[in-house]
């Protein structure tokens, strides 16, 4: 990124085990942490194809592997599908929150509940209240909590960590009650950030990557219309960009 002033330092980490594939080495370039405008550069950022974790604004760099794709909804041009149409009348008793991104005790003990059942021995199940605020609400950004809760009891259901920047909503991750599964929470919460975005008149929400070959991340495909960043501009998914015919069903979303 140049060498003047105004330039943003880029760093490439060494290899680490991939998250996604086992037997896969993986790589990320990484903005300059240090940066006291990587606020400013964020938006920029996430037009480029990268990714907020925690403080870490990151885009894979995999020697010999593409299968991260940056992916967007263009939520004016947004419809549900008949299967999330369902989602949201099986869901008409959830009522939707908009809140501050802090943790508290109801929001930590659902996280941990979502991790011991999702990610049993993976490193994260043991995870509490400083990784809660590390890993998902970071220092820097804009974010908000996308609450559902179930309306009367007002028992809650999932937390959609979603980071707002000028024109755009960034669904950063979700979790959810574990033992509601046949709710598609997950999806719900897309939908959900979809109608938040449209009501704000944003231009988009950022989904994260879509994994090529990665069943638990196929579900990203059926938000249509969807953009993919080819690593210079945003482009139409098209037929010719990869897009299969859909399985009966690929999974409910949940991260990002």
């Known amino acids: ?24 080495e993986a790589r990320d370039l990484v903005l300059d942490q240090r940066d006291p405008r990587l606020p400013q550069f964020y938006p920029m950022a996430l037009d480029w194809g990268f990714r907020r974790s925690g403080d870490i604004v990151y885009r894979p760099s995999c020697i010999g592997c593409n299968a991260c794709v940056a992916v967007r909804v263009p939520v004016a041009a947004f419809q549900p599908d008949r299967s999330q149409r369902r989602c949201l009348r099986r869901n008409a008793d959830v009522d939707t929150r908009i809140v501050q991104a802090e943790c508290n005790e109801e929001r930590l003990a659902l996280y941990q ?47 959609a960590v979603t980071d707002r920047v000028p024109d755009a909503l960034s669904a950063v991750y979700t979790f959810h009650e574990p033992e509601a599964v046949q709710r598609g929470l997950g999806t719900l919460a897309i939908l959900r950030q979809i109608e938040w975005a449209r009501r704000e008149g944003r231009s988009h929400l950022y989904l994260g990557y879509w994994i090529d070959g990665h069943r638990k991340m196929d579900y990203k495909r059926r938000f249509q219309p969807l953009e993919r960043f080819d690593g210079r501009a945003w482009r139409p998914w098209t037929d010719e960009a990869g897009r299969r015919q859909l399985p009966p069903h690929v999974g409910d979303a949940a991260a990002c």
């Not at 003047?4 to 991939?18: M, N």
């Not at 400083?130 to 609400?137: A, K, M, T, Y």
């Open 1 to 24: 990124m140049g060498g003047s002033d105004d330039s943003l330092r880029l760093f490439r980490t060494a290899p680490h085990p991939c998250g996604y594939f086992a037997e896969r």
């Open 113 to 159: 509940r979502y991790l011991a059942a999702r990610h049993p021995g993976g490193g994260m199940d043991g995870h509490g209240r400083h990784e809660f605020e590390q890993f998902l609400i970071g220092s820097w950004n804009d974010s908000r909590f996308l609450e559902l809760r179930e309306a009367g009891s007002h028992r809650l259901l999932a937390v």
